[in-house]
């Protein structure tokens, strides 16, 4: 990690910057310099002000209080049209493209101008800036057949073709793999050589360490520091971000896992689209241990859940649940046999926003209740899974909706653990969570699994299903790519099957005999 | 970020301000128009005022004008909690009323049993009316607004032809209607007035067990999820499609029972369906979102379209307004409180960003 090459005045700074809405003060007093030739990290929880920052640098919202400078001077945006024009890109989390226009037709969409496309000399400078970051794309690709990944590198194109100088980017390694990271990292140190300045929206504390100059943390709206990354801990970060020290460690003992619970074989499946989202997928989760699918999003494990938990067919292969034959047992159904289910979308799916966290507790009882509710039980009920689950609410009857989604997520897991079930369908349980509640749900399912649960867990954040699993499975185009054990998921093994890079038969084989021998953990730089 | 975000459950208070001023502005609208045909806004509220809080004939109105209206108010307010929008509760009045002439006229009974046989067709019809469109929506997709309502002007000309074919009534020339009812099918009605005391009864048992179903039962239960979340219901294994069948029926069943109570209370006859139903099927809608989900609030509601249903009459009768005067009033009133759904389904929200933000 080079130094940022400083010039001597810091490129963007703000002063005091201070913005209100009704009853909050979301940003207090911010101050903060950018210098040219730097990455400059920004961290905090949600609701910590990263987002209202980084909307006064666009142009989205004016500053009450405070002073932005450019260069020296004053700078007052009035729309993301302003911020683009004194050149200040916007790279957002989720990209904003048109699916059914070309890649060269979004780039000029946003490349201002007058009222007539000039494609022409934009295809020659597109090209021309793409080979020059070594960012690979094909100007007449629709944008709809695209990865994730590629649409990124188009949020990112637009901003090179720009010629920006001040690049925000927001949580831009979402979707990717660890290898597609890597490889964006390296054009960001590209442009920092060039004396551009990025500013890093990000979750990601080992990212954000490895990647970044310099860091400025954000808690409940104030600049609890601004230092170089040299030095600094995932504990120091977390500490700073939350207040208090954050676990990172996972304690996880050592477990013989038990029977089988779930087993799939050879389970064909149909995305929505018709085209085929699971193939030929064999997958074993044992009583006690965590089965992590590892995977970028879109590569089936939508369906894979959705099958498992009886929201959708299987076109062929065999489900099978605690031994019994599951393939055609509605979701109820599958709920009864002990399946808990932690939905992918928590606010769409997982809870009634406008019925209260005692109701939408009451939502997997409420299947084998009797036809009258007797409110006295359930509000005790209610109130014994807040408590067990530290749930943090004004009260039972405060609607669902109105609670933050880390405690959304301890609601649903509350409901859905009541009862000891034996399987736990976990889908990306900590997305969009911050460090204090991802700790929380991580020690919840990990309690889980101590007690004897089977867990299988989807989700797309690698660390998560590093940390929490036993075994690592990779899902890539609808197909498992393997399943590591134990100390063989290791990051570059799962990465490379992420990107669907399969191991020769030599690589498996020698894996397998350094099995055998038990050689320490640590793997040679070779295998892959 | 700064964001309008939904404001879920609005507290009361919230709520009750925004509707009102909304109806405060459909008077003042209405004023205009009143104004237009040469009568003073004052004038004609004062009269309307007079007419019906002033007067005890004027009150039994509002009442009896209020009755179908909490009927078919409170069924809609459930199913519109559940998400079924039937809009065709107009057309399951008049399969209800319908029904109920059937029994009346043709079906060898009398007596209190006669009664209960004309007030279950009377369900029967309604409900089988509003069955057509879920079983559609369930089905095919087919969206119930667009079903429900198309089906009111079949319904309609259903009740047309029957009163100017096969049921025509023997002794008359001129105008179709049936014969009247048997005297038993002609309902009690309370001293003095036109309200029939049956249907006002079943309509408030109606409002009363619909608020306790809703809040007690599992039923009422699977019915908020179904329409708060139909997603999560799904996830949950709540059947939404069992949900929709309920409320239909129920909601169709209350709007035939109203029918029943129309024909049997008032007119004592199946006669033209612009004279049975009055547009209380379409009002009621009015009535049901003013609840906003609430069967047992419909009593408040249905009585205040009652009173403009009242007041309209005396517009017509001692100012002379023209006989489509109510219809603006309601239709403004409807207008106005559609406008100030933002106002109430919104709120200015704070930093407490949603995590899709990733703030």
Known sequence: MTRPQTASAPLLELSGVTKRFPGVVANDKVSFSLFGGEIHALLGENGAGKTTLVSMLYGLLTPDEGEIRLAGQPLRLKSPSD??????SLVPQHPLLVDNHTVLENIALSSGGGFALELRGLRKTLL??????????????KVWQLSEGEKQRIELLKALVRGSKILILDEPTSALTPQESEGLFEVLNTLKLEGKAMVLISH?????LLHSDRITVLRKGQVVGSLPAQGLSKPDLSRMMVGRDVSFERQKEVRAPGKIVLALEKVWTKSNRGLDAMRDVSLEVREGEILGVAGVAGNGQHELAEVIAGLRKLERGTLRILEQSAAHLSPAQISGLGVAHIPEDRRAEGVVSEMSVA???FLRRSRTAGSWIDRKKLLEFAGERIRTFEVSTPGPHTPAGKLSGGNIQKLILARELDGNPKLILAVHPTHGLDVGA???????????RMKGAAVLLISEDLDEVLTLSDRVAVLFSGEIQGVLEG?????????????????????????????????????????? | ???????????????????????????????????????????????????????????????QRAVPLLLIGSGLALAFRAKFFNIGAEGQMLLGATFAAGVALFVPVSGVLGVVLFFLAGFLGGALWALIPATLRERLGVSEILSSLMLTYVAGYLVKYLIGGPWKGKSLVGYNYTEKFPDWAQLPRLEGTYINWPTLLLALVAAIVLQIVLARSKFGYELQVTGGNPRAAHYAGISSGRVTLLVALISGGLAGLAGAGEVGGLHGRLLDPAQISLGYGFTAIIVAWLTRGNPVYAILTALLMGFVFAGGDVLKVSLSMPFRVVDVMTGLVLFFLIGAEPFLKLKLSSVRVKERASA
Do not use: C
């Not at chain 1, 911020?83 to 200040?88: E, W, Y």
């Not at chain 1, 021309?128 to 690709?141: F, K, M, R, W």
């Open chain 1, 438 to 448: 991802t700790e929380q749900v991580h020690q919840i399912l990990l309690e889980a």
């Open chain 2, 1 to 63: 970020m700064f964001k309008l975000e939904p404001d879920l459950n609005p507290p009361i208070y919230k709520t009750a301000l925004v509707s009102s001023v909304a109806i405060l502005l459909a008077f003042a609208a209405s004023g205009l128009m009143f104004w237009a045909f040469g009568v003073n806004p004052f004038t004609a509220y004062s009269e309307m005022i007079k007419g019906t809080f002033g007067d005890s004939s004027g009150l039994s109105t509002i009442v």
């Open chain 1, 359 to 361: 109701d939408n507790l």
């Open chain 1, 128 to 141: 021309e800036v793409s080979s020059a970051y070594g960012l690979q794309i094909s100007p007449d690709a």
């Open chain 1, 204 to 208: 990601k504390l080992d990212e954000v």
């Open chain 1, 83 to 88: 911020a683009l024009r004194v050149g200040i």
């Open chain 1, 487 to 528: 100390a063989q998921a290791t990051r570059e093994r799962v990465g490379s099957r992420m990107a669907g890079v399969r191991e020769s038969a030599a690589q498996k084989a020698e894996g397998g005999k350094r099995k055998a021998e038990s050689i320490s953990p640590s793997e040679g730089p070779a295998h892959v």
